[in-house]
């Protein structure tokens, strides 16, 4: 790889941390050494909070709905930034290719050198009780990092030593095969799960965060006995629950890190770009936020599609998405002084500067807060809500999944009590529970529960080319007509081949180094 994918993998080691004030200490500026430093557990915590934080923004701040949103089918887009997922006709020139390439590559290195240096300490003398802890940490976010650049990216080189590989010079590292690559992340995820706690302080993982993982990794390989398996340690521990309230999870602060969450991105609106979560900005409505915060762009939105996949009485629709009608007292403005309400009878522009127009008249509703105030941190486009990686729903999906495997069909009853349980919460009683579940039911599920949460491409990703094709050309993509009574603009897309399915490497990183542009070969530790 070329010299600024290393130094972009090793660079802000010594920068910030990440959320609330345990994440944001940072280790001296006065250029530590092993002798002087992480000598107590709260210099290594230090170090690790910042894995938590700005090392994910390029991928979070517009990657991450450009690729598990746009690209499925779940988000519409007209900007330029993002619509090229739209239509699969993403290039390695693509700014979010490159921009997500980076980030992960900066999490699996800042980790990677924080592993390293730990190691080099305890062989040194360190104290291994609070250092095995840091490295369990870095490997837990090295291994999701990995996940992510597998599932992007597909074949992707593994970096064990990004400072010998600056000082060296030699950036030539080939691509590995995808399989080893996740083999490469369960290793680390299971020296996590070895070595976490079984508790930590709220944002920290812990020994079932990393458990949780791997059955998601395992779910991805089919590999659905280690799938089951871990799913079901995480349900019989008893540690976790669904969160009562859904839509709280995802629109007040005060939810972060609740009973749900197995593992989060960590935020804080006061640090600014880089550091606060930035999603609200492009996917809130302006009247809502552009007077307080400048904001509220509505550069993506709730596809038709998706709109159309809810069943009657799911409350999740209502906690998603904002349509015609949607109402919060606690939102206010100069516009709003009673709370904000959502209303879509724009007919033209002089009409009133409150009413809203979006291609599909609506906009997505989590990982928004609201401009500020009643207790939400809003700093300029930055809040400090945090980004669910992983959630006790996911976990019990997982497992009924993981049950179904291969079959056409189950009627497992532990794992229809799984997917019923979500349900419920969702306001679908128990007269609607699923007597039999099917892949395509499983499926639906995890498009509704997880909407906008930058999952959904790789569920249909992982159907194998034949059948992604087949969901997504079904898709209806378009949007509804200027104005008047809606009516649908159709647009339908085409997946041609299975390369497809994946990322292109940045034109910029094939040229650098020319590795990148042969066959995958398998991974030798």
């Given amino acids: 790889m070329k010299t600024k994918l290393i130094y972009t993998i090793i660079g802000g080691l010594l920068f910030l941390g990440s959320c609330k004030k345990s994440f944001l200490d940072r280790p001296s500026q006065n250029n530590p050494t092993l002798d002087t430093y992480y000598n107590s557990d709260a210099e290594v915590r230090g170090a690790t909070g910042y894995l938590y934080n700005t090392v994910w923004y390029d991928y979070q701040d517009k990657a991450f709905h450009a690729i598990g949103e746009v690209l499925s089918g779940n988000m519409y887009t007209g900007d330029p930034v993002y619509n090229t997922f739209l239509n699969f006709t993403v290039s390695g020139t693509d700014e979010q290719v490159s921009r997500s390439w980076y980030s992960f590559y900066k999490v699996a290195g800042n980790a990677t050198v924080l ?3 730990f190691e080099e300490k305890m062989s040194k003398g360190g104290d291994p009780s609070y250092l095995t802890q840091g490295i369990a940490e870095a490997k837990f976010i090295r291994a999701v990092a990995y996940f992510y650049l597998a ?18 010079g030699n950036f030539n590292t080939p691509r590995y095969l995808q399989a080893d690559v996740i083999k490469f992340a369960l290793d680390d995820m299971a020296f996590a799960e070895a070595n976490l706690k079984d508790n930590d302080t709220p944002g920290r993982v812990t020994k079932l965060s990393a458990t949780g993982m791997m059955a998601k990794m395992y779910l991805y390989l089919k590999d659905y006995e280690n799938a089951r398996k871990k799913a079901e340690t995480v349900i019989n521990a008893k540690k976790y629950s669904l969160y009562p309230d859904y839509g709280k999870m ?10 749900e969450s197995l593992f989060a991105l960590q935020w804080v609106a006061s640090g600014g770009y880089g550091v606060g979560n930035p999603i609200q900005a492009y996917v809130g409505p302006e009247p809502l936020l552009k007077e307080t915060t400048g904001a509220g ?38 516009a709003f002084p009673n709370g904000f309400t959502y209303d879509t009878t724009w007919t033209s522009s002089n009409d009133n500067a409150r009413k809203i127009k979006t291609g599909t008249r609506s906009n997505a509703l989590k990982y ?4 500020g105030g009643g207790g939400q941190d809003v700093n300029g486009t930055s809040t400090s809500i945090c980004t669910y990686i992983l959630r006790y729903a996911d976990v019990l999906l997982i497992y009924a999944e993981a049950v179904l495997a291969d079959q056409a069909q189950s009627t497992d009853a532990k794992a229809l009590a799984a997917v ?9 009683g128990t007269s609607r529970d699923l007597t039999v579940l099917t892949p395509a039911n499983i499926l639906h599920e995890r498009r509704v529960e997880f909407a906008f949460e930058g ?15 087949q969901l997504v050309e079904a898709q209806e993509r378009g949007t509804y007509s ?15 081949s299975e390369d497809k399915l994946y990322l292109p490497i940045p034109t910029t990183e094939v040229v650098n180094n020319p590795e990148l542009a042969k066959p995958a070969v398998p991974y030798k530790p």
Avoid: C
């Fill in 115 to 117: 592993i390293n240096t």
């Fill in 151 to 168: 599932r992007v990216f597909k074949d992707v080189p593994i970096v064990t030593d990004p400072v010998a590989m600056a000082t060296t």
């Fill in 250 to 259: 995802f629109t007040d602060q005060s939810a972060n890190n609740n009973s």
């Fill in 297 to 334: 762009w509505s550069a993506i939105i709730p596809s038709i599609d998706l709109l159309d996949s809810y069943e009657v009485g799911d409350k999740r629709k209502g906690w998603s998405i904002m349509e015609q009608g949607f109402h919060r007292d606690d939102w206010k403005n100069s």
């Fill in 368 to 371: 928004v807060v609201g401009p």
């Fill in 420 to 428: 019923n349980d979500v349900r419920h919460r969702a306001g679908l």
């Fill in 455 to 469: 999952d959904y491409w790789f569920d249909i990703q992982r159907q194998g080319f034949t059948k992604a094709k």
């Fill in 482 to 496: 200027s104005v008047g009574k809606p009516v649908v603009d159709h647009l339908s897309v085409t997946l041609s």
